[in-house]
């Protein structure tokens, strides 16, 4: 017999909606859920709002969201960052609509009150208006607490969260590793793109360490490359593993030759990338210099899930954001090396647009998958989510995780196992 749940009353029990091996489905359709996620996890967490490279100079700001509050992203003349809450003092109207640029102040297109880099508020139209009533330095824009690691920014609403590198736990192992596919320069955003898909953010949260739609989903990819690329792609039957890192975050590695990058620099150049060691020979870099620079070229082969919003996935970042329960909205930002030559940039693009790209192969195929699912979890009453897939062959990592083969949904069971920690807190 179908198990159901109530989850219409004021109070959910949340407890009992996520098993050790199956989730509620309700947890992808009920819109008073959804309310409650983006306050007991989005503004109780940290959460990724941008690489520094993205504000790479004095002046320099992005936009970014946590949940549904919009931030900046900003560097200020002393090259110092900031995270502000993207809200005027006055009226609330936003003060900053761009994704990125460079700019000397923030002003609101209200009524004119405007903010310096760092959050001050500057200027006042008829400030004798206000003669008596505030001080301007009472008023800045609202600051957010912020950390970072390896260049990675992340921002809480909560004071009193624990340090960030303490959450990352382990996962700083791997983001170290990440880091590596910039070939020897420091990692850089390249540009990024975004889009839609009506589904929940727990679908796609799930995707980012699923093995095992890879070659059913993905099949039109792996049929449009080479055949050394395919036998790459080829890994459920291989050695890979998915790990449970703590705190919801886990890693899938796909392809254990390639998780550390400065490792194997002697093996032999794919033939694939054999023009671009050419080219990058030709410009006068060492052999050493360009074997690293042609073993990143790809990325790592790994997915590497921060809990929760935000994927450092193989040669990429993705991340999510929530809009509303039946609507996310993903980025995908494209990674190369700052002062990398022009050669091995262009070589990142190109293959980021092959698959993660608006025309690529693989982001269609996946937001496809993901409306479905959201499509299908609305059928039935009282229907659940199987998480189950490897429960009964885990075994122990060599850092004391949990970890399944590839193709196990470890990963998924570690998100939710965090989701109804934080839900029930």
């Given amino acids: 017999m179908t198990e159901m749940i109530d989850v219409k009353n004021i109070t959910v029990d949340y407890e009992s909606m996520v098993r050790p091996d199956k989730v509620h489905t309700s947890l992808y359709s009920d819109a008073d859920i959804f309310e409650e996620e983006l306050d007991k996890i989005f503004n109780n967490t940290w959460v990724w709002v941008g690489h520094e490279s993205e504000v790479p100079e004095a002046g320099s700001y992005k936009t970014a969201m946590i949940g549904r ?12 960052i900031h995270v502000l809450l993207n809200r005027c003092r006055h009226r609330a109207a936003t003060v900053c609509e761009g ?32 003669e008596g009533v505030f001080d301007k330095s009472e008023l800045p824009l609202i600051s957010l607490r912020f950390e970072t690691y390896q260049g990675l920014i992340f921002a809480t609403f909560k004071d009193d969260i624990q340090p960030l590198e303490e959450f990352l736990g382990g996962a ?78 886990s890693v899938m590695v796909m392809i254990p030759e390639l998780v550390d990058l400065d490792k194997d620099l002697d093996d032999p150049i794919p033939e694939r990338f054999q023009p671009l060691a050419e080219e990058l020979a030709a410009e006068g870099h060492s052999d050493a210099e360009v074997r690293r620079m042609v073993r990143a070229v790809g990325g790592s082969g790994f997915n590497l899930n921060l809990f929760p919003n935000v994927a450092c996935s193989m040669a990429f970042f993705r991340v999510l954001a929530p809009v509303s329960v039946n609507e996310t909205e993903i980025h995908h930002v494209a990674l190369g090396g700052e002062g990398a030559p022009a050669a091995f940039n262009q070589m990142r693009l190109r293959l980021h647009e092959h698959f993660q790209g608006p025309m690529g192969f693989g982001t269609p195929d996946d937001a496809e998958a993901w409306e479905r699912v959201q499509k299908g979890s609305q059928a039935g009453t009282g229907e659940w989510i199987l998480l189950n897939r490897g429960q009964n062959h885990l075994t122990t990592s060599p ?12 990963g998924m069971r570690a998100a939710y196992q965090q989701w109804k920690k934080m839900m029930t807190a």
């Fill in 172 to 249: 700083k192992k791997w983001i170290d590793l990440f880091v590596k596919q910039s070939g020897g320069f420091p990692l850089k955003v390249l540009g990024d793109h975004r889009f839609r898909f009506p589904g929940n953010w727990k679908i796609q949260l799930e995707n980012t360490t699923d093995a095992y739609h890879f070659p059913i989903v993905h099949k039109s990819f792996v049929s449009s490359v080479d055949e050394q690329t395919a036998d790459i792609f080829d890994f459920l039957d291989g050695e890979g593993h998915v790990e449970d890192l703590g705190n919801g975050h």
């Fill in 99 to 130: 994704k990125r640029g460079k700019t000397k102040s923030f002003m609101c297109p209200y009524h004119g009150w405007g903010y310096s880099l760092d959050g001050a508020l500057r200027a006042i139209p008829k400030p004798e208006e206000y």
């Fill in 69 to 80: 509050h919009s931030v900046i992203v900003s560097r200020d003349r002393k090259k110092n």
């Fill in 399 to 410: 850092d004391g995780n949990v970890s399944g083969a590839v193709c196990s949904e470890t």
